[in-house]
């Protein structure tokens, strides 16, 4: 059976990163918090007037899907240019 609901694909790309809000979307992995930093800390190594914003999943399933969230997941996502998501494994 094919998903009913037609695949929208990426975001397009940012075309600099200069002065951009990114997220960043953890799930509580083991590992996902240190992507997080290191990512953090090379993103703005790299574009000094790069701001993060950071979400955190309750469990290690997509943030989206914590249906008592979906409000605070979407003001979230709606305030960010772009989102770096980390597993963690």
């Known amino acids: ?4 609901v037609p695949l929208q694909g990426l975001s397009p790309r940012l075309d600099r990163l200069e002065g951009k809000k990114i997220g960043l ?5 083991r590992a ?5 930093d290191a990512a953090e800390r090379l ?8 701001t993060t914003s ?3 999943g309750r469990s290690f399933s997509v943030s989206s899907l914590e249906k008592d969230r979906e409000s605070e997941f979407n003001n979230w996502l709606n305030g960010v240019d772009a989102v770096i998501a980390a597993v963690g494994d």
């Open 1 to 4: 059976e094919a998903d009913p």
């Open 32 to 36: 996902a918090l240190l992507i997080l």
């Open 54 to 56: 950071r979400f955190a």
């Open 25 to 29: 979307l953890c799930n509580n992995k």
């Open 43 to 50: 993103l703005k190594e790299k574009f000094p007037t790069v």
